[in-house]
């Protein structure tokens, strides 16, 4: 058995190796950096798709785990662990610096010469209001309905992956994401 075979075996397990990052193994991070960044990259650009807001806030979050390894909890599911913890960070990043605005594109000032000022205002202001409105209800519904919705559509996991990843049963995951929907259609009606 040569040494890759055994530090694969030693680390191929979740909960083993979150155990040993936990308790200060560098291989054990750096294992886990290896195998969920890109996932993660990924994951963040469906969030929210500002790729030099993704790079910081993915940079960061490993920063923060690193930092306060001691005082994370328990996971033998790692990507899940990580895909709430960066979701989390990156929405928080992006508000933080208003990245959510809308930015004036080179479209947009093509547009100004055909279409008078107000109706641009008008159209930014709507296209602002319903991203306002979808992640206040995003943030309204449970996290754990929030990430089946996540991981159903920006990350294309199906029911029964989603119900492998969070440990519950398929029926569970239909159920959240019914509620998710139900919820978000409830504030939307609401509003209108």
Request: hydrophobic share 40%; glycine share 2%.
């Amino acid at each position: 058995m040569t040494n890759k075979s055994l530090f694969d075996n030693h680390y191929s397990d979740d909960r083993a190796c979150w155990t040993a990052f936990r308790q200060g193994d560098k291989v054990a991070f750096s294992v886990i950096y290896q195998n969920h960044l890109d996932a993660l990259f990924n994951y963040g650009m469906k969030v929210i798709p500002d790729r030099n807001l993704v790079k910081d806030s993915l940079q960061d979050l490993f920063i923060d785990l690193w930092r306060n390894r001691l005082n994370l909890s328990e996971t033998d599911q790692i990507r899940y662990y990580l895909y709430t913890a960066f979701r989390r960070k990156l929405i928080r990043e992006a508000q933080k610096s208003r990245r959510l605005s809308v930015l004036v594109s080179s479209a947009d000032i093509a547009e100004t010469v055909v279409l008078s000022v107000d109706h641009l205002i008008i159209s930014e202001e709507l296209k602002l209001e319903r991203k306002a409105l979808l992640l206040r209800g995003l943030k309204k519904i449970p996290m754990r309905q929030q990430e089946v919705l996540n991981l159903l559509y920006y990350e294309n996991y199906t029911y029964e992956q989603i119900s492998q990843m969070m440990g519950i049963h398929v029926k569970s995951v239909y159920t959240l994401a019914w509620k998710a929907f139900a919820s978000l259609r409830k504030g939307l009606r609401d509003h209108s």
